[in-house]
């Protein structure tokens, strides 16, 4: 139970801070601006993983739940609750939001700003890479998990700064899901939950392939 409100936690944080500079953003006319709000989101899931990550593994993200899972690094019994409190967390942070500000329209939902199969490749590719990372430094040495944070966050940041502003650099089911639902603008939810979930599954090959010894 302890790992299941630690991933509720560490994903309403995430959603909650990260979606909420989107938000702030909106509502004092660009005060934080999309280098902000990009580096808000590198910054929470560093926190998060240095506060969390010794009692869940800092998930966060359903994305990479369920690639840890498909690499065998992770129980497939415990995916399921995994996936409900990411999803709580979220859902709790954005009706936070919706309190908070309830004359936003999106609550930092993730809105494709051009097609849908841009933003579907777009999320397909970062969530992949964020995942190489991911899957690199929790299960590498001792000293690359104890840069984990860092990585991962530094990851989230740079690929929100630069993909932001065309697909919402979501990279996570759970960030996509929370804002959609409470603001009501599901209509392109598919492609984060679809796009990112598939973009970590794929890292995992990838991953097993280059840590694989060569027989020579």
């Not at 990260?18 to 953003?25: L, M, R, Y």
């Not at 989101?41 to 998060?48: A, D, K, T």
């Not at 409900?84 to 908070?100: F, M, R």
Request: some cysteine; proline content about 4%.
């Amino acid at each position: 139970m302890k790992k299941y409100v630690a991933e509720f936690l560490g994903t309403y944080a995430l959603v909650f801070a990260g979606t909420g500079a989107i938000v702030i953003d909106q509502e004092t006319h660009g005060s934080i601006t999309h280098i902000g709000v990009a580096i808000t989101f590198g910054l929470i899931v560093m926190s998060m993983i240095y506060a969390l990550g010794d009692i869940s593994g800092a998930h966060f993200n359903p994305a990479v739940s369920i690639a840890f899972a498909t690499a065998k690094k992770f129980p497939a019994k415990e995916l399921i609750p995994y996936i409900i409190s990411q999803l709580s967390g979220a859902v709790t942070a954005s009706l936070t939001l919706k309190y908070l500000f309830p004359s936003n329209q999106f609550l930092g939902a993730t809105i494709p700003a051009g097609s849908d199969s841009q933003s579907f490749i777009l999320e397909f590719i970062l969530t992949f890479f964020l995942m190489l990372v991911i899957i690199n430094v929790a299960k590498g040495s001792k000293e690359q998990g104890m840069f984990a944070g860092l990585a991962i966050g530094s990851v989230v940041a740079l690929e929100a700064m630069f993909a932001g502003p065309i697909c919402g650099a979501s990279m996570n089911p759970a960030r996509s899901f929370g804002p959609a639902v409470v603001s009501g603008h599901t209509e392109h939810l598919w492609i984060y939950l679809v796009a990112t979930t598939l973009g970590a599954i794929l890292a995992i090959p990838i991953w097993s392939f280059l840590k694989t010894k060569s027989l020579q």
